[in-house]
Protein backbone atom coordinates (compact mmCIF):
# COMPACT_ATOMS: atom_id res chain seq x y z
CA UNK A 1 0.00 0.00 0.00
CA UNK A 2 1.07 3.75 -0.18
CA UNK A 3 0.80 6.23 1.75
CA UNK A 4 -1.21 8.92 0.50
CA UNK A 5 0.54 12.36 1.31
CA UNK A 6 3.92 11.29 0.24
CA UNK A 7 3.47 8.15 -1.78
CA UNK A 8 5.88 6.13 0.31
CA UNK A 9 5.11 2.51 0.24
CA UNK A 10 3.92 1.13 3.52
CA UNK A 11 4.56 -2.40 4.37
CA UNK A 12 1.71 -3.40 7.35
CA UNK A 13 2.00 -7.14 8.10
CA UNK A 14 -1.77 -8.41 9.25
CA UNK A 15 -1.33 -8.74 13.15
CA UNK A 16 -4.16 -11.96 14.98
CA UNK A 17 -6.58 -9.14 15.98
CA UNK A 18 -6.80 -7.31 12.62
CA UNK A 19 -7.23 -10.72 10.92
CA UNK A 20 -10.03 -11.86 13.36
CA UNK A 21 -11.67 -8.83 12.39
CA UNK A 22 -11.03 -9.32 8.58
CA UNK A 23 -12.34 -12.87 8.84
CA UNK A 24 -15.47 -11.53 10.88
CA UNK A 25 -16.35 -9.04 7.94
CA UNK A 26 -19.17 -9.89 5.76
CA UNK A 27 -18.40 -12.25 2.77
CA UNK A 28 -19.67 -9.98 0.37
CA UNK A 29 -17.95 -7.01 1.28
CA UNK A 30 -16.52 -5.70 -2.26
CA UNK A 31 -14.21 -2.83 -0.56
CA UNK A 32 -10.22 -2.99 -0.75
CA UNK A 33 -9.72 -0.75 2.32
CA UNK A 34 -10.13 -0.86 5.95
CA UNK A 35 -12.46 0.04 7.18
CA UNK A 36 -15.55 -0.32 5.12
CA UNK A 37 -18.82 0.81 4.90
CA UNK A 38 -21.99 -0.24 6.82
CA UNK A 39 -22.87 -1.27 2.92
CA UNK A 40 -19.43 -3.25 2.73
CA UNK A 41 -17.88 -0.14 0.40
CA UNK A 42 -14.76 1.47 0.32
CA UNK A 43 -15.35 5.25 1.99
CA UNK A 44 -14.97 8.11 -0.11
CA UNK A 45 -12.27 10.80 1.27
CA UNK A 46 -15.13 12.80 1.94
CA UNK A 47 -17.57 10.15 3.50
CA UNK A 48 -14.77 9.25 6.15
CA UNK A 49 -14.11 12.49 6.94
CA UNK A 50 -18.09 12.79 8.14
CA UNK A 51 -18.55 10.18 9.75
CA UNK A 52 -14.91 10.46 11.87
CA UNK A 53 -16.04 14.01 12.72
CA UNK A 54 -20.06 12.83 13.74
CA UNK A 55 -18.46 9.74 15.66
CA UNK A 56 -15.80 12.31 17.61
CA UNK A 57 -18.85 14.90 18.25
CA UNK A 58 -21.31 11.88 19.49
CA UNK A 59 -17.90 10.87 21.58
CA UNK A 60 -17.02 14.04 23.25
CA UNK A 61 -13.66 13.94 21.50
CA UNK A 62 -12.72 17.39 20.71
CA UNK A 63 -9.29 18.68 19.03
CA UNK A 64 -8.43 15.31 17.41
CA UNK A 65 -7.98 14.42 13.67
CA UNK A 66 -7.57 11.30 11.74
CA UNK A 67 -4.33 12.47 11.17
CA UNK A 68 -3.56 12.37 15.03
CA UNK A 69 -3.65 8.71 14.78
CA UNK A 70 -0.79 8.31 12.96
CA UNK A 71 1.39 10.26 15.43
CA UNK A 72 -0.29 7.79 18.19
CA UNK A 73 0.74 4.69 16.68
CA UNK A 74 4.11 6.31 16.02
CA UNK A 75 3.77 6.67 20.14
CA UNK A 76 2.98 3.54 20.70
CA UNK A 77 5.36 1.39 18.38
CA UNK A 78 7.78 3.49 20.29
CA UNK A 79 6.63 2.51 23.48
CA UNK A 80 6.43 -1.52 21.83
CA UNK A 81 10.15 -1.12 21.39
CA UNK A 82 10.19 -0.47 18.11
CA UNK A 83 12.98 1.33 16.01
CA UNK A 84 12.66 4.45 14.19
CA UNK A 85 13.53 2.10 10.86
CA UNK A 86 10.19 -0.06 11.53
CA UNK A 87 8.15 2.21 12.81
CA UNK A 88 8.86 4.71 9.24
CA UNK A 89 8.13 1.59 7.58
CA UNK A 90 4.64 1.31 8.82
CA UNK A 91 3.88 4.55 9.22
CA UNK A 92 5.04 6.02 6.08
CA UNK A 93 6.85 8.89 7.74
CA UNK A 94 10.74 9.30 6.68
CA UNK A 95 13.69 8.35 9.82
CA UNK A 96 13.73 12.41 10.49
CA UNK A 97 9.91 13.10 10.60
CA UNK A 98 9.30 9.60 13.28
CA UNK A 99 12.17 11.49 15.41
CA UNK A 100 10.38 14.68 15.17
CA UNK A 101 7.37 13.04 16.23
CA UNK A 102 8.80 10.92 18.81
CA UNK A 103 10.20 14.73 19.97
CA UNK A 104 7.53 16.33 20.09
CA UNK A 105 4.10 16.43 22.15
CA UNK A 106 2.96 12.41 21.57
CA UNK A 107 6.54 10.24 23.77
CA UNK A 108 5.38 12.64 26.53
CA UNK A 109 8.76 11.12 27.81
CA UNK A 110 7.63 8.18 29.06
CA UNK A 111 8.64 6.72 32.43
CA UNK A 112 8.86 3.41 31.52
CA UNK A 113 11.32 4.16 28.42
CA UNK A 114 13.42 5.95 30.95
CA UNK A 115 13.32 3.05 33.37
CA UNK A 116 14.20 0.73 30.52
CA UNK A 117 16.99 3.05 29.29
CA UNK A 118 18.19 2.85 32.92
CA UNK A 119 18.59 -0.66 33.09
CA UNK A 120 19.71 -0.87 29.89
CA UNK A 121 22.79 1.04 30.89
CA UNK A 122 23.18 -0.79 34.08
CA UNK A 123 23.19 -4.41 32.48
CA UNK A 124 25.60 -2.55 29.62
CA UNK A 125 27.85 -1.40 32.83
CA UNK A 126 27.79 -4.34 34.67
CA UNK A 127 28.81 -6.67 32.28
CA UNK A 128 31.58 -4.01 30.46
CA UNK A 129 32.92 -4.06 33.91
CA UNK A 130 32.64 -8.36 34.07
CA UNK A 131 34.97 -8.20 30.79
CA UNK A 132 37.29 -6.12 32.24
CA UNK A 133 37.73 -7.94 35.27
CA UNK A 134 37.70 -11.10 33.26
CA UNK A 135 34.59 -12.37 35.89
CA UNK A 136 32.26 -13.36 33.07
CA UNK A 137 31.96 -17.28 32.76
CA UNK A 138 27.76 -17.11 32.40
CA UNK A 139 26.51 -19.30 29.10
CA UNK A 140 24.05 -15.89 29.16
CA UNK A 141 26.32 -13.81 28.12
CA UNK A 142 26.86 -13.89 23.88
CA UNK A 143 30.12 -16.00 22.94
CA UNK A 144 31.08 -12.49 21.17
CA UNK A 145 31.43 -10.78 24.21
CA UNK A 146 33.11 -13.04 26.42
CA UNK A 147 36.07 -13.24 23.48
CA UNK A 148 38.64 -10.84 24.26
CA UNK A 149 38.68 -8.09 21.28
CA UNK A 150 41.36 -8.77 18.30
CA UNK A 151 44.00 -5.92 18.66
CA UNK A 152 45.02 -5.22 14.72
CA UNK A 153 48.75 -3.58 14.90
Not at 2 to 22: D, E, F, M, W
Not at 39 to 54: L, Y
Not at 103 to 110: F, K
Request: with cysteine; glycine share 6%; net charge positive.
Amino acid sequence: MRQSKTGARVLIPVGAPLKLALDAQRADATAVTIPTTVQGRSWTEDGFRTSWAKACAKAGITDLTFHDLRGTAVTRLALAACSVPEIATITGHSLRDVGAILDSNYLNRDYGLAQSAIEKLETRTKLQNELQNGEVHSLSVPLAQRQKPLKFQ
